[in-house]
């Protein structure tokens, strides 16, 4: 990871737009039937892995190369904040319910009382207050925009919103406003550490919508990735 942040912060001295997203196995499956997020992934300058399975189709196609590292949309959130922190970046964020970036605003202020952050805006709006939104970024111009309404709303957000030069390092980076807010807990270490982030969710908020959810996930995706390896289409 930390070679990227050192490629984002080059990135920002040099004002070189960056356009980076997270991708797990569910994002994927939606990007195999989603032709305009599966464009915008492509256009991205840097697609991180987060998620277990997506290294699980590198082992599976180059062997255990340790070629590509896992990087958590939650871990990386608190690196690039530490790094604006350090280096007087500003940010904006974008996302959640009214009271989530109310405690967003109240949290990133005692534990990074450095960083410049120009605005916190909830996700929930109608067309009138996103147009006013849409205009204050834009005025504003952040060096980091971290938009954050779960895939794939975030990416059709930042693809219908900015423009294609956009300066500054943005990023989709779903629940990372809900983390920050402490509302919601992060799964313990151990979990975290073999990839079993899913089951600790599961369990934290059962319904039947997310048990399908995990379902298409463990049989659907394995089946994709298998006839992309052997066909090299999944489609």
Same mark, same amino acid.
């Given at each position: ?29 939606e ?5 305009a ?13 987060? #998620?277990?399975?997506v *290294? ?8 255990? %190369? /340790? @070629?590509?590292? $896992? ?13 604006a ?14 009271e ?66 956009? #300066?500054?390092?943005? *990023? ?8 920050? %807010? /402490? @509302?919601?807990? $992060? ?49």
């Open positions: 990871m930390s070679k990227l942040i050192v490629r984002i912060e080059e990135a920002i001295d040099n004002q070189r737009g960056v356009r980076l997203a997270f991708s797990n196995p569910e994002f994927l499956l990007a195999n039937v989603n032709e997020l599966r464009e915008y992934l492509n256009a991205c300058t840097y697609n991180v892995p987060d #998620g277990i399975g *290294l699980w189709v590198e082992w599976l196609k180059y062997g255990f %190369s /340790g @070629r590509l590292k $896992r990087v958590t949309g939650t871990d990386f959130t608190h690196c690039i904040l530490d790094l922190s350090r280096r007087g970046f500003s940010v904006f964020f974008l996302g959640g319910t009214a989530v970036a109310n405690d967003v605003s109240v949290k990133l202020e005692a534990a990074y009382p450095m960083l410049e952050v120009l605005g916190v805006e909830h996700g929930y709006y109608d067309a009138a207050e996103e147009a006013r939104i849409v205009e204050r970024i834009l005025n504003c111009k952040p060096d980091i925009l971290m938009v954050c309404k779960g895939n794939p709303m975030q990416e059709q957000w930042i693809a219908n919103n900015l423009p294609s030069d956009w #300066g500054g390092v943005v *990023l989709g980076n779903g629940g990372a406003m809900d983390f920050l %807010s /402490g @509302r919601v807990a $992060r799964a313990p270490h151990m979990l975290r550490k073999f990839g079993l982030e899913w089951l600790f969710r599961l369990s934290q908020d059962f319904s039947r919508k997310r048990l399908r959810r995990q379902l298409r996930l463990l049989f659907v995706f394995p089946y994709l990735v298998m006839k992309f390896l052997v066909g090299g289409n999944a489609g």
